[in-house]
């Protein structure tokens, strides 16, 4: 089955980065996705990758896909306090219709 | 466009009390999704519908039932509301299939069971 795992907090001063790690279990994913959920929202897709991609840069974001240990990251350079937010990778469910497992979600504390 | 709309934004029930949480989205997706999110779990699917007419069960199904009244609506009914069931609950709708299932999710509704 699916079963994704992320660690809970992360503090960061404003201007330095941040990385945000989540494992999988489904090797079969096709596409691995970072999700951001801000206070009082719902959830917003940040970026997502292949999986046949080892990394992806779109602006500030940086995501490394490692598939042999099952292994996701998001770095956000430059972080700002507007970066304050929970965050979720999720990945696709083989033969799932559309479906998506999500991990239980990495509060980001962006410190002025 | 609107996205995906959720209706109510908040709601406190009594054990025992029924009711009914509206979503639509307005960008002609097939798929629509119901989730709950609890602290410290994440989120956790409810029901989905991959297409107008059909629905299938999630992870957590009990204690819910959906209907999908069109391509548009997609609608969570509490039959006999328990505190169990006070969480936040999202909808999200997603792509047509063939690229990345990127889901979009509405503002959530906040519901408390007394």
């Known amino acids: 089955g699916e079963d994704v795992e992320q660690s809970l907090f992360l503090s960061v001063r404003e201007g330095d980065s941040s990385v945000i790690n989540c494992t999988y279990t489904?090797?079969?994913?096709?596409?691995l996705y970072w999700y951001k959920q801000e206070p009082g929202a719902g959830l917003q897709l940040l970026t997502y990758i292949f999986s046949n991609m080892d990394m992806k840069q779109d602006q500030r974001l940086t995501v490394l896909l490692n598939k042999k240990d099952k292994h996701l990251s998001l770095r956000i350079a430059d972080t700002q306090t507007g970066d304050s937010a929970i965050y979720f990778c999720a990945e696709s469910i083989r033969y799932g219709n559309n479906r998506l497992a999500f991990g239980k979600g990495n509060q980001v504390v962006v410190i002025p | 466009n609107a996205g995906v709309t959720q209706t109510p934004k908040f709601q406190v029930l009594k054990t025992g009390q029924s009711m009914t949480l509206q979503c639509a989205q307005d960008m002609n997706h097939n798929s629509m999704y119901w989730y709950r999110q609890d602290p410290g779990m994440g989120l956790r699917l409810i029901y989905y519908s991959a297409s107008e007419g059909t629905t299938d069960k999630g992870e957590v199904p009990n204690g819910y039932n959906v209907s999908r009244l069109n391509k548009r609506e997609f609608s969570l009914r509490l039959e006999s509301a328990a505190p169990s069931q006070t969480s936040v609950y999202f909808c999200?709708?997603?792509?047509?299939?063939?690229?990345?299932?990127?889901?979009?999710f509405g503002p959530g509704t906040r519901l408390t069971v007394l």
């Open positions: 999200a709708s997603s792509t047509p299939g063939g690229g990345a299932d990127t889901q979009y």
């Open positions: 489904d090797s079969s994913s096709t596409y």
